[in-house]
């Protein structure tokens, strides 16, 4: 059951700057051509479905951001974007955020290694929440079936001031 009524509306722009830019994590195809590109999507959410993060509560209107770039070249890639969300009510919080990885394939088309960074700001007393990660990718049909295996240390999880480590080996498949 869907209890959220709120309409959510929302757009995004993408523009290939150089060959032909496909908005994917790992270049999989090993891209004979340098491949770069940007993207900028906005949502309007009338009323947000649930509390995101302790800071954006149910009910609440909301505008969210995004601007992200990729770059893919001979097994090597980039993607990174910042994030904002904004509230149109209530205690108008303003919370930012960011992710970006980089990856190389040392075995074309088949294994990659990894890193990933990630945080997010909060414009109230809320700790701010910071990952950073290395993974080792196994493709074995793409970005269809794939397995992953990642270390990472998150700094102040779950908004608690908590530190943890976190070993993860997830298998994923897309049909």
């Known amino acids: 059951i869907n209890r959220n009524r709120g309409l959510m509306t929302g757009a995004r722009f993408e523009y290939p700057i150089l060959g032909t830019y496909v908005n994917s994590e790992s270049d999989t195809d090993h891209s ?56 149109m009510e209530g205690a108008k919080l303003t919370n930012w955020g960011y992710n970006a990885q980089i990856g190389k394939f040392l075995v074309p088309k088949k294994f990659e290694v990894a890193t990933r960074a990630s945080g997010t700001v909060f414009s109230n007393a809320t700790a701010n929440q910071y990952e950073y990660a290395g993974a080792l990718n196994y493709f074995i049909s793409g970005h269809g079936i794939k397995l992953q295996t990642d270390y990472g240390i998150l700094l102040n999880n779950r908004g608690l001031n908590l530190n943890d480590h976190r070993i993860r080996t997830q298998m994923q498949v897309i049909f």
Do not use: C
């Open 32 to 87: 004979p051509e340098q491949n770069l590109g940007v993207g900028l999507a906005y949502a309007y959410n009338e009323s947000v479905g649930s509390t995101q993060s302790g800071t954006v509560g149910a009910g609440i209107k909301a505008s969210h951001l995004t601007f992200d770039t990729g770059y893919k070249y001979e097994g090597w890639s980039f993607q990174g974007a910042g994030m904002l969300t904004r509230t």
